[in-house]
């Protein structure tokens, strides 16, 4: 845990945990990482304790069970409810960003009550704010 905590920053722990709930959530882990992620989420929760007493303004982070993690494919195609899931949006948020947004991803397919993103590209964007 030492070599952990000196080896990364907190954020970089948290983003690299974030996704790898990302690839158990979307079925893209393999079994040997799934039946490992107790044991990283107790370490996670391990050094986060540590660094709250820290830097008691900070919060913990909020862990939610795996069941209630929204699914969200590594890759192919997501309609409008997922996208919106995916980035804490409602609905008609994802279609005023489409709008106005320049860096908002365009969707791959435009039809009349079937519009969908490449999830890569999402995922993309995500990144791209969660770091701005």
């Not at 070599?3 to 983003?15: A, F, P, T």
């Not at 195609?77 to 899931?85: D, E, F, N, P, R």
């Amino acid at each position: 845990m030492e070599e952990v905590k000196k080896g990364m920053s907190r954020d970089r722990i948290k983003n690299s945990l974030e996704n790898f709930v990302e690839r158990i959530a979307s079925g893209g882990a393999s079994s040997a990482e799934v039946s490992v992620f107790p044991a990283v989420l107790s370490i996670y929760c391990e050094h986060y304790r540590d660094a709250n007493v820290a830097e008691a303004n900070e919060k913990p982070p909020e862990i939610l069970p795996l069941q209630a993690l929204p699914s969200f494919p590594l890759e192919g195609l997501v309609g409008v409810k997922q996208v919106a899931a995916f980035l804490g949006l409602s609905e008609n948020s994802v279609w005023q960003k489409l709008r106005s947004d320049p860096e908002f991803p365009q969707p791959s397919v435009r039809e009349p009550r079937r519009t969908r993103w490449e999830a890569r590209k999402v995922r993309e964007y995500r990144r791209r704010t969660e770091a701005a």
